[in-house]
């Protein structure tokens, strides 16, 4: 009894999905509260449960597609009224699991919340604090970063010497494309929203040439002029406009890996492509994917990108939100081409 008494408990702050969504997600679609207040200690035992604090909460687009009622796909629709899901890192407070121990420092699915009970410990990973930030475990170590590797090496079947177009450049995924396919001894160009972003993915990411796409008038004549011989490889982070104009400007056998769709708006009412006859008279293999398919590669994909960080050979670019006040704002931005880098929420100190 005199033990119970010990227990501490915590106010738990938390982003809570307010309704499903039509159009572009708002803020007004989440809300920052105060929840029940919580004690820092896991279920008893048996439950195999862990109580983690976050520290970290990656911003993703495919979280939109959950924000729909929607059942018919690989994941299920949030819960409205209550929190968010998503990537974090996070540290384990109290656990009833010989696996996470209180101090571990973890990876996986957890709650846009101060605190959070985790019951399903499939997707859960216990990471080693070292000389590579702790947030890039959401970003460069996580699902973005696997995203890249997966994509470019198992869908795109690059060669060296081909000429390679990423969308959404300076993203979480598209930035680390972009590095790979320069490490494969590729032709990169990145199309992206900004003068600033185009100046990051020449200066800063290594792209061999970097456009803003809203200045531009003509979207197949934009990639006609970067790639006058055409397109061998296209990594498609938006969908639309940018997908129906690399169609045009694709070479025969040219591969294009569908990763996301983040210019639709909204998922309930899509826009159709006009240029898929291409498919047949160029023989391009376009394929959609999920970085869940390959996670048997996850361990050498740590391994690869962990060297080639730790050599200088790629950066990666965060955007850091501090507080879980931000978390809506810095979500919608998203959608609105607002962020630069990967897009990550600062819930607490490490």
Not at 174 to 184: D, F, I, S
Not at 244 to 271: F, W
Not at 291 to 312: A, T
Request: proline content about 6%; hydrophobic content about 35%; glycine content about 10%.
């Amino acid at each position: 009894m005199e033990e119970e008494c010990l227990v501490q408990v915590e106010e738990n702050k938390q982003v809570i999905f307010r309704g499903f969504v039509e159009g572009t997600p708002k803020e007004t679609d989440l809300q920052v509260v105060v929840g029940k207040k919580i004690e820092l200690k896991a279920p008893p035992k048996g439950s195999g449960a862990f109580l983690v604090k976050n520290l970290y909460l990656s911003c993703d687009p495919y979280m939109r597609g959950r924000m729909r009622d929607f059942h018919d796909s690989y994941l299920p629709p949030f819960l409205p009224g209550q929190p968010l899901q998503g990537f974090g890192v996070s540290k384990v407070v109290d656990s009833d699991n010989p696996n996470f121990k209180p101090g571990d420092f973890i990876s996986g699915i957890t709650g846009w919340e101060e605190y959070s009970l985790i019951r399903t410990t499939e997707l859960s990973r216990k990471i080693k604090p070292n000389d590579i930030p702790l947030s890039y475990h959401v970003g460069l170590l996580g699902m973005p970063g696997f995203t890249a590797y997966a994509g470019f090496y198992e869908v795109c079947s690059p060669k060296k010497g081909e000429s390679v177009l990423v969308s959404a450049a300076s993203g979480a995924v598209g930035q680390l494309v972009g590095q790979l396919a320069k490490l494969h001894g590729c032709y990169v160009v990145g199309s992206c929203g900004s003068s600033q972003k185009v100046d990051l993915l020449r200066n800063k990411l290594g792209f061999d040439e970097a456009f803003n796409y809203k200045e531009e008038p003509d979207l197949g004549a934009a990639l006609k002029r970067y790639f006058p011989q055409g397109i061998d490889i296209y990594f498609d982070n938006v969908g639309g406009d940018m997908l129906d104009a690399a169609l045009v400007n694709m070479k025969i056998h040219g591969r294009i890996a569908v990763c996301g769709m983040v210019s639709e708006k909204n998922l309930s009412d899509p826009q159709g492509i006009r240029n898929v006859y291409n498919l047949i008279t160029k023989r391009i293999r376009m394929q959609g994917f999920l970085q869940s398919d390959y996670i048997h590669l996850f361990p050498r994909f740590l391994e690869h990108v962990i060297s080639y960080y730790k050599q200088g050979k790629i950066v990666y670019i965060e955007d850091m939100n501090e507080g879980l006040e931000s978390a809506p704002s810095a979500f919608v931005g998203l959608f609105l081409g607002e962020n630069v880098g990967k897009q990550v929420i600062r819930v607490a100190p490490e």
